[in-house]
C-alpha cells in the first residue's frame, strides 16, 4: 500500500473511531464553567457589596435628614458604624424633597433649596474582584449608592383656641343657636371640658367606630361629613373609658351636650376641623405609632364643631337685660368658611398652616341715660369685622432630649375693623361684600316743650399686623401653653377709641338745653357702657376662637422621632 493509501486508511480510521469524545467535550464544557463561576463570584460579590452599600448610605440619609443642621457629621458617624469609617467619595447634601408624582424621582430633591426639609447622601466604595482581576486588570471596582431621606420632624398646632372658663348664659346661647337645638350647661360643665385634653388621634378611633368605619384611613375619616352629635358622643365614650381622665362632671356634660345634638341635623366635614398631615393614608385601626402625641381641649373642639356645623348662617342672641349695666343687648354674629386649604388644627411639618374664620358680630345695645339724658336709653350700634388670623410653621427644632426640643410658629394676628352705625342683618352672611354702614341715631326723644336728637358715626381699624414667630419649648407643648400675638399698633381697647372719637351731631330744638351739656351726659353714658360691651364681645368672641386684633396659638403635639426615606 503506497504512502497515500496508507494516509487515507488513518484518517478513515480516526473518522470512524468516537473512542474519548466525551473527555473532549467535557473538557471544553468546564473550561466555560470555570469561566462562569469565576463571574458569578465577582458579580456576587459585587452585588453584595451593593446592598451592603446601600443599606449604610440608607441609614446614613435618615440619620442626616433627623439633624439637618448637622447632617454631615451624623453620616460619618452612621457609615461608621457600618464599617465603613473612610468611604473613598461622601458627598451629603441637604435641600428640599417635594413629593408629587407628577415630578420625576430624580427631580424631587433639589440641593440647596430652603426651607430644607430632606438630605441626600451619596458614597463611593470600592468591592474587590477575585477572578475578574486577570481580564480586567485590577483587583477592584467602583460601588455608588446613593439615598434621600425626608425629615418627619413634625408639630400638630392650633389657632383661635381658647381653654379658659365662660359665661355659662352666652356659651349656651351661642352653642344653642349654632346647633339649632336648646343647650343647657352649668359654668361647672364648661370648665370641666375647658380643662380637659382630648388625645387626637383616640378621639379620631372613637368617632370612627362611632360611624362603623373600621377599615378606613385618616384621609377617609376627614372626608366624611359627621353629624355633631357623632363628635359629641365620641367624646363622650373616651370619657367614660377613662381616656380623658377622671371626673363625672365632665362625663355629665358630654352627655347632656350630645344628647342636646342628637335632635339636632348638624353636620361637618371633620377635614375641616383636623387635618391628619402625613399620616392621612395610614389605616386608623393602627394608630399613629407611640412617637405621636397631639392634644387639644374638649370645649375647643365642641365649641368649633357647632360652629363650623352651623356654616354661615346667622346666629342672633338676644340677651335682654341680663348683662349689667346694659339695658338690652341683641348680638349676631355670622362666622365665615375657612380657607377649604386650612383646617382649625394640623398636623404636619414646616409651612404647615391653620387660619381662623372672618367673623362679623353686630351688637345693638341700649343703655339707660344719665344726666340730662336720664329721661330716655341711648342706642349704641356697633359692627365689627375680624379678619382670618393665621399661624405657619416656620420650624422645629428636635435635640438630643426632649428638654432640647422647641417649636416656633410665624403667627400674624387677625386685621379688626369696628364702626358705630346701622348695618342690615340679611347682608352680614355675603362675606364678598362689606355691609353698608349707616350713620345711627343715638338719641331721639320728643318732649312736650322740644325734641333732642343725636347721630353718630365712627370707624376704627386695630392696624396692619406682621408675623411675628413665637416658640413653644416642650414643657409648653406638654401643657398646651396657649400664647396670644397682639398687633404691634394696637392703642388701647379698639372699641374704647371707637366710642372715644365718634362724629356727633346734635339737634335741640325748642329746650334750653346747651350742647356742650348734653355732649357731656352722653359721654358719661358712653364711658359707663364701655366696660359691659367689651365684656360682651370679649365672650361671645372667646367661644368663637377669635380676638380683636390678636391670634391665640397652641401647638398641641410635637414629633422628634426619626425620618422617612424618599429614593
Not at 367689651?534 to 403635639?557: C, E, W
Request: hydrophobic share 45%.
Amino acid at each position: 500500500m503506497n504512502l497515500y493509501g496508507l494516509l487515507s486508511a488513518h484518517l478513515h480510521r480516526l473518522r470512524d473511531d468516537t473512542q474519548g469524545n466525551v473527555m473532549i467535550m467535557t473538557a471544553a464544557f468546564m473550561t466555560v464553567v470555570i469561566g462562569c463561576l469565576a463571574c458569578a463570584v465577582d458579580l456576587g460579590s459585587l452585588y453584595f457589596e451593593k446592598r451592603r452599600a446601600q443599606a449604610a448610605v440608607d441609614l446614613a440619609a435618615m440619620a442626616s435628614a433627623q439633624a439637618l443642621s448637622n447632617a454631615r457629621p451624623r453620616a460619618v458617624d452612621t457609615l461608621t458604624r457600618n464599617r465603613y469609617p473612610t468611604p473613598a467619595a461622601l458627598t451629603v447634601e441637604t435641600g428640599t424633597y417635594t413629593a408629587n408624582i407628577a415630578i420625576p424621582v430624580a427631580s424631587r430633591f433639589t440641593a440647596g433649596a430652603t426651607p430644607a426639609n430632606a438630605a441626600r447622601v451619596t458614597m463611593t466604595t470600592r468591592a474587590p474582584l477575585y477572578f475578574g482581576s486577570a481580564i480586567l486588570g485590577r483587583n477592584s471596582t467602583e460601588v455608588r449608592t446613593t439615598a434621600v431621606a425626608v425629615n418627619s420632624q413634625m408639630a400638630q398646632f392650633s389657632i383661635g383656641t381658647r381653654l379658659a372658663a365662660v359665661n355659662g348664659g352666652i356659651a349656651n346661647a351661642l352653642l344653642s343657636r349654632a346647633l339649632g337645638t336648646t343647650v343647657s350647661l352649668s359654668v361647672m360643665d364648661y370648665n370641666a371640658l375647658a380643662g380637659t385634653k382630648v388625645d387626637v388621634f383616640k378621639f379620631s378611633r372613637a368617632l370612627a367606630t362611632q360611624l362603623n368605619l373600621q377599615a378606613g384611613t385618616y384621609n377617609e375619616l376627614a372626608a366624611t361629613v359627621v353629624r355633631a352629635s357623632d363628635v359629641y358622643t365620641a367624646l363622650t365614650v373616651l370619657a367614660r373609658n377613662g381616656d380623658l381622665g377622671p371626673g363625672q362632671q365632665l362625663i355629665d356634660a358630654l352627655t347632656r351636650l350630645a344628647d342636646a345634638a342628637a335632635n339636632t341635623t348638624s353636620s361637618v366635614t371633620l377635614g375641616q376641623l383636623i387635618g391628619y398631615g402625613p399620616y392621612g393614608n395610614q389605616p386608623v385601626a393602627e394608630g399613629p405609632g407611640a412617637g405621636v402625641i397631639a392634644k387639644l381641649g374638649a370645649l375647643d373642639l365642641a365649641n368649633m364643631t357647632a360652629l363650623v356645623a352651623n356654616g354661615q348662617r346667622q346666629i342672633q342672641l338676644d340677651l335682654g337685660a341680663t348683662i349689667p349695666g346694659l339695658a338690652r343687648t341683641v348680638v349676631t354674629v355670622v362666622v365665615g368658611e375657612r380657607m377649604v386649604t386650612s383646617p382649625w388644627l394640623t398636623l404636619g411639618g414646616n409651612d404647615a398652616v391653620v387660619r381662623t374664620a372672618q367673623t362679623r358680630v353686630y351688637l345693638d345695645v341700649q343703655v339707660g341715660g344719665t344726666g340730662l339724658l336720664s329721661i330716655t336709653s341711648v342706642s349704641i350700634p356697633l359692627y365689627l369685622e375680624v379678619a382670618s388670623a393665621e399661624a405657619r410653621l416656620s420650624n422645629v427644632a428636635c435635640g438630643n432630649s426632649t428638654a432640647d426640643t422647641s417649636v416656633a410658629l410665624a403667627v400674624q394676628p387677625s386685621v379688626a375693623e369696628a364702626w358705630l352705625g346701622t348695618v342690615n342683618p340679611a347682608a352680614l352672611t355675603n362675606f364678598q361684600i362689606r355691609p353698608t354702614v349707616s350713620r345711627a341715631t343715638l338719641v331721639n326723644v320728643n318732649l312736650l316743650l322740644g325734641s333732642i336728637n343725636i347721630t353718630g358715626s365712627g370707624h376704627v381699624r386695630s392696624g396692619s399686623p406682621t408675623p411675628q414667630t413665637v416658640n413653644f419649648t416642650y414643657d409648653e407643648i406638654q401643657a398646651l401653653t396657649m400664647k396670644t400675638v397682639s398687633s404691634t399698633n394696637i392703642a388701647g381697647s379698639l372699641i374704647g377709641s371707637l366710642l372715644g372719637n365718634l362724629d356727633l351731631s346734635v339737634s335741640v330744638l325748642g329746650l334750653g338745653l346747651g350742647v356742650p351739656a348734653i355732649l357731656s351726659s352722653l359721654n358719661g353714658v358712653l364711658a359707663a357702657a364701655l366696660t359691659p360691651i367689651d365684656s360682651v364681645l370679649q365672650s361671645v368672641l372667646t367661644l368663637l376662637g377669635v380676638k380683636l386684633g390678636q391670634a391665640d396659638v397652641v401647638v398641641n403635639g410635637v414629633r422628634c422621632d426619626g425620618s422617612i426615606l424618599a429614593q
